[in-house]
C-alpha cells in the first residue's frame, strides 16, 4: 500500500512568483488537509478538501488556494509568493469516516524556498 | 478557538532513562489531543490520541499519554528511551474545523 506521496521535494521560487505543490493521497482515504511548517515551529493548517471541495480553512489569505481531483489528489497553489512562505508543506490524508482530523497520514512534505 | 502550550522546547535525556514531554491546551469546547513524531526530513507521524473514555491512552513505540481535563494537560511519557527516539515532537488539539499544532519540543537521546 503506498503511502502519501507528495512533489516535489524541493522548490526554489523568487517573491512575486506562483507555486504550484501536489500531493497524492494514500490509497481509499478521500479527505486531504494542507499543513505549512515555517522553520521551527509547528505546522499550521491552511486546508483541506473533501469530495473536491474546501471543508474549512485555517488563517490563511485567499492566495492559498487549492483543489482536489476525482482520484483524491490535491494540489496547493501560493500566489504572489512573499519570504514569509518559505516553509515545510505537508499534506496529510485521511480515510473515510474517521472524523475531520481523528486519523491523518502525512506525506513527507515539500521544501519551498522563497528568495 | 483552541490552542496547545508544549512547555519545553528541548529535553536532553541519557539512554534508558525515563521522559516527559509536556503540553497543556486550552479550549472553550470538547477537543481530541494528539501527539505526533517527526524525524528529520519526514513528515509527522502519530503516536497516540485522545478522542474519549480511558485517560490513559497507549501509542506506539511505548509512548503513553494521560489526558487530564482538570489541568486541561496531555502530556507524552516514555518509561525508558533509546537513541531512536530522538526526534521533534509535536502535541495537538483537534477542533470541529481546525487542528493546531504546538511549537514542538526535541527530544535529545544521549548513549
Known amino acids: 500500500e503506498t503511502g502519501v506521496t507528495q512533489s516535489p521535494t524541493h522548490l526554489i521560487k523568487t517573491r512575486g512568483q506562483q507555486v504550484t505543490l501536489r500531493c497524492s493521497s494514500q490509497?481509499?482515504?478521500?479527505?486531504v488537509s494542507w499543513y505549512q511548517q515555517a522553520l521551527g515551529q509547528g505546522p499550521q493548517f491552511i486546508f483541506q478538501?473533501?469530495?473536491?471541495?474546501?471543508?474549512g480553512r485555517g488563517n490563511f489569505p485567499p492566495r492559498f488556494s487549492g483543489l482536489q481531483f476525482p482520484n483524491y489528489s490535491s494540489e496547493l497553489n501560493v500566489n504572489a509568493l512573499e519570504l514569509d512562505d518559505s516553509a515545510l508543506y505537508l499534506c496529510?490524508?485521511?480515510?473515510?469516516?474517521?472524523?475531520?482530523?481523528?486519523?491523518?497520514?502525512f506525506g513527507p512534505g515539500t521544501r519551498l524556498t522563497v528568495l | 478557538a483552541q490552542s496547545v502550550t508544549q512547555l519545553d522546547s528541548q529535553v536532553p535525556v541519557f539512554e534508558e532513562a525515563p521522559v516527559e514531554l509536556r503540553c497543556n491546551y486550552s479550549?472553550?469546547?470538547?477537543?481530541?489531543l494528539f501527539w505526533y513524531v517527526q524525524y528529520p526530513n519526514q513528515g509527522l507521524q502519530l503516536l497516540l490520541k485522545?478522542?474519549?473514555?480511558?485517560?490513559l491512552v497507549k501509542g506506539i513505540n511505548g509512548f503513553e499519554a494521560e489526558f487530564n481535563k482538570s489541568q486541561t494537560s496531555f502530556h507524552l511519557r516514555k518509561p525508558s528511551v533509546h537513541i531512536s527516539d530522538t526526534a521533534e515532537y509535536f502535541c495537538?488539539?483537534?477542533?470541529?474545523?481546525?487542528?493546531?499544532f504546538g511549537a514542538g519540543t526535541r527530544l535529545t537521546v544521549k548513549p
Open positions: 496529510a490524508s485521511s480515510p473515510p469516516g474517521t472524523g475531520i482530523f481523528n486519523e491523518q497520514f
Open positions: 490509497s481509499g482515504h478521500n479527505t
Open positions: 478538501y473533501y469530495r473536491e471541495e474546501e471543508n
Open positions: 479550549s472553550s469546547v470538547s477537543v481530541y
Open positions: 485522545y478522542l474519549s473514555g480511558s485517560t
Open positions: 495537538a488539539v483537534s477542533g470541529e474545523d481546525d487542528m493546531r
